[in-house]
């Protein structure tokens, strides 16, 4: 019977039902079709990025930095504890292990909003909050919504649980710029995420429900004041811990014990490279890249956990004496002559070579080359002890044999071997042969001070900084062999200036890491230990770098102790008096032709360290170095000597470095050598043996008493001995020999450097009595082609 009326428009309960039917199937096949189609993509770069962590010495987080603009560090699953899990589940999707992925009703009230014009609701579980930072974007759109449910779904079902979590945690945002769980942990409460109590965890897990509104700290934004946030914070956090103990999460007897708010540290800057933390972390990086597999590319994308030696209180000490000292004398806005001063240092321990302070510069961002490392600038006299190093170790040649020999042939040096000490000396080399200079002319070394001391024993010629005697020795033992004690002390071969005579008066431009390490040697008692600055890199919690000691015995044990012995000297009653520090130190000061640099080098059994000191415009296009005359003073005429500013920087630095530390003393050394007498040296002529003398040797007339100036050497001349006629080699050889290595190209009588007989030049290491700019030495002093700056930014150590 048909319908009538309104009645035969009413579609029959057959018909809805089968329309039903119809539109379910429709549904379900779409949504099938929908999880065919849509694949898993590639996790985001965004999510992968990380930051780089740097330790210092004990620990301590010193800085996040690299790896892009994310403060990410990826932690396994394992290193998260379980109180933050738990936390984290039982506030965010307590059913997370037991659900889909997805939460049906959440999303359709977010979808809901959304279609009103409204706000956003997360509603989301904690797959799908993964699935949003992972895969898809934070931009809150229906498609996005939509998208992140089917992807969800598929996630879910085909990707484990733990992996999920893992992910969440991972990549979601804690507030103060953390990404993930361990860069949270080190922002608020400066600890290791594995290292979280139950009641941090908490805290952590209430920022998750919107971080810029729950830092106790304060937020962005009206509604995000410090008294509102910490009131949402504390309210948040004890109601998780609540909602632990509801979801079976937590015991509550666990639960009654935490009644104390989890106070986070103040907020720090996540990312800071400027001051001296710059400085740190490039060498740590250098480090890193030319000593393990990781290269530079893999270090840029981040991730990794580097620990250095680097002393946070040993740096603090630095940094703050060298300003203290800067800003007390050095006054660029009233005096020309104080612009464009620089300083540089290192603090290596002796024995293990770590490397626990540098002083870079006045800010990484601002100078922008590591003053610690490679530099250019020459060292001057604290070259010297390099000298009598290989004098003690290879020994003077003998005079009456070729250039090449071994130590049987060759007479071991005491440092009570006597040298003539006068001002213009004639250079000779080891046969005795006078050594002519480039122009063909008598080389005459100066003093600094043009000061004459007359015959002086090597001690005292160290004491005071005379250049003729070392100048000297280093022709009679070598000046290759004097290279071979440099290095084998530890500086570096690509920092080594050609081995022409004023090679052992420190034309040379080692590193301030490097001479120090080279000071650290002696302090071990010959003990050369290679400067590092990591002691392991380690990413998502696997050992990728450890650091291998490299420490071999380079001098015998008692060539640098008695080393050691004679700079004693130059501390306690030489040129480098101002740097006692009311223990036991040995060091020396050094300071450059032309007054271009100045240094003090020294140390203590626990620690060695080297403070330099030079003027160059780090912001010149054509950068070289400047004189330093008058800087700190108002005449504009003084020198500036190691025994100025490096020292007093390096005494109060070494003082507090090394408060609360046992005043160690060093080992007495042994009686070494012989009693050689050097060219002139010769108080009277004798029969027997002119090479050398033993220590029963009757003793030459007593080297002239001096006042001490703060110099290197002093100021004020004393009357000049007249020197002994010297004594003639026994057989000299047919033809010229050199001091130096049979294929070294600058060496030779057509290779040295100088100028006219006598004339100006000098300083403590002194120009070979050359004229105004000192040597022609490749990179010599004076000669402006050395690298200020360093060039290209910095060298490695």
């Known amino acids: 019977m048909g319908k009538r009326g309104f009645r035969r428009w009413v579609p029959s309960w057959k018909l809805v039902t089968g329309a039903c039917f119809v539109f379910l199937a429709l549904l379900v096949g779409a949504v099938g079709i929908a999880l065919m189609v849509v694949k898993v993509p590639t996790a985001q770069a965004a999510s992968k990025t990380q930051k780089n962590v740097y330790y210092w010495k004990d620990g301590k987080q010193m800085v996040v930095s690299g790896g892009g603009d994310l403060n990410r560090q990826i932690v396994p699953l394992s290193k998260i504890p379980k109180s933050m899990r738990n936390a984290v589940i039982a506030a965010e999707n307590a059913s997370f292990y037991d659900d889909a992925g997805v939460d049906p009703v959440g999303v359709a009230r977010a979808v809901v909003n959304m279609a009103k014009g409204?706000?956003?609701?997360?509603?989301?579980?904690?797959?799908?909050?993964?699935?949003k930072n992972t895969y898809l974007g934070q931009e809150q759109t229906l498609k996005r919504k939509v998208t992140e449910l089917f992807i969800?779904?598929?996630?879910?079902?085909?990707?484990?649980?733990?992996?999920?979590?893992?992910?969440?945690?991972?990549?979601?945002?804690?507030?103060?710029?953390?990404?993930?769980?361990?860069?949270?942990?080190?922002?608020?409460?400066?600890?290791?995420?594995?290292?979280?109590?139950?009641?941090?965890?908490?805290?952590?897990?209430?920022?998750?429900?919107?971080?810029?509104?729950?830092?106790?700290?304060?937020?962005?934004?009206?509604?995000?004041?410090?008294?509102k946030n910490r009131k949402r914070a504390e309210a948040r956090w004890s109601w998780t811990l609540d909602r632990e103990v509801k979801v079976d999460r937590l015991s509550g007897e666990e639960r009654n014990k935490i009644t104390k708010f989890p106070e986070p540290q103040k907020p720090k800057l996540a990312t800071n490279k400027g001051g001296q933390i710059g400085y740190l972390t490039d060498l740590?990086?250098?480090?890193?890249?030319?000593?393990?597999?990781?290269?530079?590319?893999?270090?840029?994308?981040?991730?990794?956990?580097?620990?250095?030696?680097?002393?946070?209180?040993?740096?603090?000490?630095?940094?703050?004496?060298?300003?203290?000292?800067?800003?007390?004398?050095?006054?660029?806005?009233?005096?020309?002559?104080?612009?464009?001063?620089?300083?540089?240092g290192a603090s290596v321990e002796p024995g293990t070579g770590k490397i626990v302070a540098v002083y870079g510069g006045k800010d990484a961002l601002e100078h922008y080359t590591n003053n610690a490392d490679d530099t250019g600038v020459q060292v001057g006299s604290t070259f010297k002890p390099f000298v009598l190093a290989a004098a003690m170790t290879d020994g003077k040649r003998n005079p009456a044999l070729g250039p090449d020999q071994d130590k049987s042939e060759r007479t071991l040096v005491s440092p009570k071997s006597i040298y003539d000490?006068?001002?213009?000396?004639?250079?000779?080399?080891?046969?005795?042969?006078?050594?002519?200079?480039?122009?063909?002319?008598?080389?005459?070394?100066?003093?600094?001070?043009?000061?004459?001391?007359?015959?002086?024993?090597?001690?005292?010629?160290?004491?005071?900084?005379?250049?003729?005697?070392?100048?000297?020795?280093?022709?009679?033992?070598?000046?290759?062999?004097?290279?071979?004690?440099?290095?084998?002390?530890?500086?570096?071969?690509e920092q080594l200036a050609s081995i022409t005579p004023t090679f052992s008066l420190g034309t040379s431009s080692p590193s301030a890491i490097r001479l120090a390490t080279s000071y650290a040697t002696f302090a071990a008692s010959g003990k050369q230990a290679e400067p590092y600055s990591v002691t392991k890199v380690e990413r998502d919690g696997a050992e990728e770098y450890a650091h291998k000691d490299e420490i071999e015995q380079a001098f015998d044990t008692n060539v640098a102790d008695n080393?050691?012995?004679?700079?004693?000297?130059?501390?306690?009653?030489?040129?480098?008096?101002?740097?006692?520090?009311?223990?036991?130190?040995?060091?020396?000061?050094?300071?450059?032709?032309?007054?271009?640099?100045?240094?003090?080098?020294?140390?203590?059994?626990?620690?060695?360290?080297?403070?330099?000191?030079?003027?160059?415009?780090?912001?010149?296009?054509?950068?070289?170095?400047?004189?330093?005359?008058?800087?700190?003073?108002?005449?504009?005429?003084?020198?500036?000597?190691?025994?100025?500013?490096?020292?007093?920087?390096?005494?109060?630095?070494?003082?507090?470095?090394?408060?609360?530390?046992?005043?160690?003393?060093?080992?007495?050394?042994?009686?070494?050598?012989?009693?050689?007498?050097?060219?002139?040296?010769?108080?009277?002529?004798?029969?027997?043996?002119?090479?050398?003398?033993?220590?029963?040797?009757?003793?030459?007339?007593?080297?002239?008493?001096?006042?001490?100036?703060?110099?290197?050497?002093?100021?004020?001349?004393?009357t000049p001995t007249t020197p002994t006629t010297p004594t003639?080699?026994?057989?000299?050889?047919?033809?010229?020999?050199?001091?130096?290595?049979?294929?070294?190209?600058?060496?030779?009588?057509?290779?040295?450097?100088?100028?006219?007989?006598?004339?100006?030049?000098?300083?403590?290491?002194?120009?070979?009595?050359?004229?105004?700019?000192?040597?022609?030495?490749?990179?010599?002093?004076?000669?402006?082609?050395?690298?200020?700056?360093?060039?290209?930014?910095?060298?490695?150590?």
């Open 118 to 131: 409204g706000q956003t609701q997360s509603g989301s579980t904690i797959t799908q909050q993964f699935v």
């Open 152 to 227: 969800s779904i598929k996630v879910g079902a085909t990707k484990d649980k733990d992996d999920i979590l893992e992910g969440y945690l991972n990549t979601a945002y804690y507030g103060r710029g953390a990404y993930g769980i361990q860069a949270a942990a080190r922002a608020f409460y400066d600890k290791d995420c594995e290292d979280l109590t139950t009641s941090e965890s908490a805290f952590l897990a209430a920022t998750l429900n919107g971080p810029n509104l729950y830092d106790p700290a304060g937020g962005t934004g009206l509604a995000a004041t410090k008294e």
């Open 284 to 344: 740590a990086d250098r480090y890193i890249i030319n000593h393990s597999g990781i290269s530079k590319a893999e270090l840029d994308r981040g991730g990794y956990q580097i620990h250095t030696t680097f002393d946070r209180h040993k740096m603090k000490a630095l940094e703050k004496t060298v300003q203290k000292v800067s800003k007390e004398n050095i006054k660029p806005g009233q005096r020309p002559q104080d612009k464009h001063v620089q300083f540089g």
């Open 421 to 493: 000490g006068d001002n213009k000396v004639t250079l000779r080399d080891y046969t005795g042969k006078v050594w002519l200079d480039k122009d063909n002319k008598e080389w005459h070394q100066r003093n600094d001070g043009d000061e004459s001391r007359g015959p002086i024993d090597l001690r005292t010629a160290m004491q005071f900084s005379v250049n003729t005697p070392f100048i000297q020795l280093g022709m009679d033992v070598g000046t290759d062999k004097v290279r071979d004690a440099a290095l084998a002390a530890g500086l570096s071969k």
């Open 563 to 718: 080393v050691t012995d004679v700079l004693k000297t130059v501390v306690e009653d030489g040129t480098g008096t101002s740097a006692q520090i009311g223990r036991e130190a040995a060091g020396k000061t050094g300071t450059t032709d032309d007054n271009k640099s100045a240094w003090f080098a020294g140390y203590t059994p626990q620690l060695s360290t080297a403070i330099g000191m030079w003027r160059v415009d780090d912001q010149a296009k054509n950068q070289k170095f400047l004189p330093m005359y008058g800087v700190g003073s108002d005449t504009g005429s003084e020198s500036i000597h190691g025994a100025s500013y490096p020292a007093k920087i390096w005494a109060g630095y070494m003082k507090e470095a090394l408060k609360g530390e046992k005043k160690l003393t060093f080992p007495e050394p042994s009686p070494i050598g012989d009693k050689i007498y050097g060219d002139g040296a010769r108080p009277t002529p004798t029969a027997g043996p002119t090479a050398s003398e033993t220590e029963a040797t009757t003793e030459p007339t007593p080297s002239k008493s001096v006042t001490q100036s703060p110099s290197d050497t002093p100021t004020t001349p004393t």
């Open 728 to 797: 003639t080699p026994t057989t000299p050889p047919t033809s010229p020999s050199t001091s130096c290595g049979p294929l070294d190209p600058d060496c030779g009588n057509t290779g040295g450097p100088g100028g006219d007989p006598g004339g100006p030049g000098g300083g403590d290491p002194g120009g070979p009595g050359g004229g105004p700019g000192g040597s022609s030495d490749p990179g010599g002093p004076g000669g402006d082609t050395g690298r200020p700056g360093g060039g290209d930014g910095g060298g490695w150590f």
